[in-house]
């Protein structure tokens, strides 16, 4: 048998916007059969929102996904609000869309910061994840953050970093997360920007093993550039609201936890060590580095083991 592709295109049974206070609507919307098995889908960035693809990750017949904008992104309001916008907001949330959902426990799907968010969410409610399936896993810690947007990536992409680095002067280079972060919160809607777009132009062009026009031009639209770039450097600056390596500290928690871990070999932003090191503190789950893969789920080598998992865990 081929690779494992996605499954065909669908559209949400229900949507809706949950108010979870502090002023933000969550935007969400379910897919599948209604009743099936329960699942949550949580997206990356942070900041990047859902897309209708990801929907089609799950066999809809034998699931019932809930897949929503995290806090500030997509069409959850206020569009790339940062207050009241944290790591354990979106913990909060997802425990409220559960109960909105009336299930007790559900599968966790996350790729890249999503895989972020999951491990933050399972490590602090163990008990309400039946499954946990990750993709590009992304710790969070200090080395993770410079890899990106300060030394490393840099190496590989000369001339994407050239880009990056333009709108920065000389002299606030050595900081680039901070130095960006002062103009993505300027009150200048030029500057925030023309800032958003020189970030998000970054990541877009390094999340692929090789180049994609389209992705490119969807990171350089402003309303998607702006809560993207804003919602991240946020997150980053504070480096989400985590102790220095608590994610794989805390992996103990996980060890009841069927799991499935999918890493591409040549991962630019989330480089591959880090889920190594996962998979060494939570040996129980399934680990899957793949090799000639990147970053981005819909890579084939890595959207085959993603849907192998999805329906593994469908026959249980
Ligand atoms: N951020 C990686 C991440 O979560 C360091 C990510 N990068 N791009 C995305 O997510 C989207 C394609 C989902 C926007």
Known sequence: MGLHTLYPAIEPYATGHLDVGDGHA???????????????????????????????????????????????????????????????????????????????????????WGSTLALSYAETHPGRVSELILRGVYTLTKPELDWLYQFGVSEMFPDKWEAFVAPIPENERHEMMAAYYRRLTSDDRATRIAAAKAWSTWEGGVITLLPDPQLDNDFAQDAFAEAFARIECHYFVHAGWLEEGQLIRDAHRLREIPGVIVHGRYDMPCPAKYAWALHKAWPQAEFHLIEGAGHAYSEPGILDRLIRATDKFAEK
């Open 26 to 112: 969550i935007y969400w919307e379910r897919c599948g059969t209604p009743g099936a098995r329960p699942a949550v889908f949580l997206h990356g960035g942070p900041g990047g929102g859902i897309s209708p693809s990801h929907r089609s990750l799950f066999d809809p017949e034998r699931y019932d996904v809930l897949l929503f904008d995290q806090r500030g992104c997509g069409q959850s309001t206020p569009h790339a609000g940062l207050e009241a916008n944290t790591t354990w907001h979106l913990v909060a949330d997802i425990e409220r869309l559960r109960e909105m959902a009336g299930v007790e426990k559900w599968q966790v799907f996350g790729g890249s």
